[in-house]
């Protein structure tokens, strides 16, 4: 698959954005609470991912909560026209941090008004209800009532399209049901593989996937044929498992995310990185699905 893979492009939400954008949850502080350590340099983050061409930016109210949303008004509004922003609700943060499930209509509705407010808009681009039935990963559990009410929203006209986040095949198809889903954002990276299928189940039916944790989140991916790959191509592990997503399918949307101007600028090069038949075949065969390593 040739040519720079950050700058092809997939529907989201009907409108087409570049495969590689960038997620904005590193912008709060540690444990994506509180304030960054240095406001400066995120809002410095942001305006480089725009002037790189990034034109999906993937958030959240609950980080911070709040901060992550009013840097990015603070920094980037009035929006470049192209810009996709997609936010995420279903859950609410407590005054230790944790997450919380915040699934009432009520909350669901206050959520959709705090994105609005902190992120200056009078329309969400995009909204993911992320469920949390389970504490490691997707759950089984019934998403008709949260869903019918964030659809009751979008026909308020306060939300353009909706995402599911977190969820299982069975979920998918209930959702499909209820309101047309534009895109999925489940945990899958190089050695994370439990989607596999989903993943092509929703390529032929032209809904994006955007993976979270795309360089495996708080355990970074390890593995020695990753090393040795990344090593014969010139490239760092962590752009060979972004280049290996964008190669993976063609519905999937990248959201990297990085507080850092080095990172980011590394993270758009994977775009640019072309994987040759033998590194795939070697990178393929890490992992089969639910291993986690090498």
């Given at each position: 698959m040739p040519g720079n893979l950050a700058a092809s492009t997939h529907s989201l939400g009907g409108r087409s954005v570049r495969r590689l954008g960038y997620g904005a949850m590193q912008l709060a502080g540690p444990g994506v609470f509180g304030p960054p350590r240095d406001p400066a340099a995120a809002r410095a983050v942001?305006?480089?991912?725009?002037?790189?061409?990034?034109?999906?930016?993937?958030?959240?109210?609950?980080?911070?909560?709040?901060?992550?949303?009013?840097?990015?008004?603070?920094?980037l509004a009035p929006y470049p026209d192209n810009l996709v922003i997609v936010t995420k609700i279903g859950a609410r943060r407590d005054a230790e941090g944790h997450w919380l499930p915040d699934f009432a209509p009520e909350a669901l509705t206050r959520a959709v008004q705090d994105n609005l407010r902190h992120l200056r808009l009078e329309i969400l681009?995009?909204?993911?209800?992320?469920?949390?039935?389970?504490?490691?990963?997707?759950?089984?559990?019934?998403?008709?009532?949260?869903l019918t009410a964030l659809a009751e929203l979008q026909?308020?006209?306060?939300?353009?399209?909706?995402?599911?986040?977190?969820?299982?095949?069975?979920?998918?198809?209930?959702?499909?049901?209820?309101?047309?889903?534009?895109?999925v954002q489940n945990q899958y990276n190089l050695v994370q593989?439990?989607?596999d299928v989903m993943v092509d189940e929703l390529a032929a039916d032209g809904i994006a996937y955007v993976p979270f944790f795309p360089l495996g989140g708080f355990t970074p991916l390890q593995s020695n044929i990753l090393f040795a790959v990344a090593a014969r191509l010139d490239a760092t592990p962590m752009q060979v498992a972004l280049a290996w997503l964008l190669h993976r399918a063609p519905n999937i949307l990248l959201i990297?995310?990085?507080?850092?101007?080095?990172?980011?600028?590394?993270?758009?090069?994977?775009?640019?990185?072309?994987?040759?038949?033998?590194?795939?075949?070697?990178l393929d065969g890490i992992a089969g699905p639910g291993a986690a390593t090498t």
């Open positions: 942001l305006r480089a991912a725009i002037e790189a061409g990034v034109d999906h930016i993937d958030t959240s109210d609950f980080y911070g909560p709040h901060i992550t949303n009013r840097l990015i008004a603070e920094t681009d995009v909204v993911n209800l992320r469920l949390m039935f389970g504490v490691h990963g997707p759950a089984e559990g019934s998403l008709e009532a949260p026909r308020q006209g306060l939300v353009h399209h909706i995402g599911l986040s977190n969820v299982t095949p069975t979920q998918i198809a209930e959702g499909r049901r209820i309101c047309d889903i534009v895109c593989r439990l989607d990297p995310g990085t507080s850092s101007l080095a990172h980011l600028h590394e993270n758009i090069a994977a775009g640019a990185l072309v994987l040759p038949d033998d590194a795939l075949r070697d």
